[in-house]
Structure formats: structure tokens, C-alpha cells
């Protein structure tokens, strides 16, 4: 499985770092997991265009976590070159009326025409998706927000945290993973609810257990050394900070 960074910041727009999102690369398929604003054209730098993502997986519909599905939808239809393949999409309960809402607000700009989008509410359980075990549960940030565990068949393990404050679900999906990748919003004094500091994202890889640690979804605010140095504090694994672009191979 191939995991690459394709946004490590926030809602607040930069020039170093897109919103969330991630590609995750198993046995030939393409998925996204979270598509905030910049991430598809982060994917035209790995050669993916709107017609190579198989799939995508929301945490949740926060517009820096979704936004370029918009585009990615748009595009998809364009006349010369439309989307043949059809697009699943994996999330929570609710998500479909979301859709829905947004495709309606669209008038029939987005609904796609040569392809067909089937989305896939899935709460709190395993499902596999071309070969890949699928975990969902519940975290702490909005009712719709769910985190991920992805394994291959050989064990290999990826959870993702999208945005979450501290909770027993986003331990279990990180029990022993290779990676995890956790959201750390700001710094120890200046904690968001519903949003972990550099000091729980360490104590929560750490009760987790999990392999190698990868912080992501930066806010400004964030001092970068200070925050390695404050969850190694806690963490005795590998620990990562996530950049645009950077790559793991687990
Ligand atoms: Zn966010
Ligand atoms: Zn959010």
C-alpha cells in the first residue's frame, strides 16, 4: 500500500500546504481519503487525473476535507473527455442527502451523465473494497465524523484520524497500525475542541501502540519543532510531520 500526503493543512488557505488529503494506492486502485481544496491538482503532479480515482473516502463533509469534489466532478463531465468509470464514495450515514443537497444546488452542472457515482454509507464496520479491509468508527468532531483503518490482506495497516479531539475509536483504529496519520490542529496552549494538541496526538499513538506516527492538518499557528518536540515527549515511535507530497510505503 502506497500513502501519499496530498494535503497537510487546514481551512486556512497556503501556499505550502493544500487541505486535507490523502492517496492511498493498493493492488492498481487509486482512492482519496478526504478531498479538500488543492489536492486535485496535487494529483495531476503524480500524473492522476479526474479519470484515474477509483474511489474516495469522506471522514467527513467539512469543506476542507471535501471541497475538490466539486471540481473533480465538474471535470468529469467534461464533453471531450468525460469520466467513463464509475466513482464510489465511502461515508457515514447522512452523507447521501448531503450529496444529494450539493448536486441539487448545482442544478444538473455536476450530475454525472457518462459515469455513475454510487455512495457507500458505511457507520461503524469492516467492509472490504477490492481487496482492501475498510474499519470505521466514530470520533470526536462532528456527528458525521468517522475515522479509517485500511488493511491489506498481509496485515499491512494505515488509520486515519481526519479531524478528532481525543477518543477510545481513533485508539482502536490505530491498534498497532504500520501508519497513523493524525490530525494536530495547534499547540498544547491553545487546544480547539474537537481537535488534538501536539501532547494527545502523542498519547494516543502511544496507548495505541502504532508503528510510525504521521502529524498532519497544520494550522499557521503551529511551530513545527515545538510540536515534534512535544509528542515525542510522549510517543517513543517513529514520528513524521506531514508535508504536501511526502510518501510512505507500508
Ligand atoms: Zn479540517
Ligand atoms: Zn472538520
Redesign the pocket.
Known sequence: MKVTIMGSGT?VPSNDRNSSGVLIEHDGIHSMLDFGYGTLRHLLKLGLTYHDIDRVYF??N?P??MCDLVPFLFASRYHADPRKKDLEIVAAPGFKEYFNTLMQAYKRWLIPSTYQVQIMEQDEETRTYDGLSVTSKKVK??DM?RGYRFQTAEGKSLAVS??TDYCEGMIELGKEADLMILECSSPDNMKLP??LTPTECGKLAEEAGCRKLCLTHFYPVCDLEDVRATCHAVYTGELFLAEDLMEFNI
Request: net charge negative; hydrophobic share 15%; no cysteine.
Open positions: 481551512m471522514t467527513h467539512h476542507d476535507h468532531h462532528i465524523s481526519g479531524d474537537g481537535h
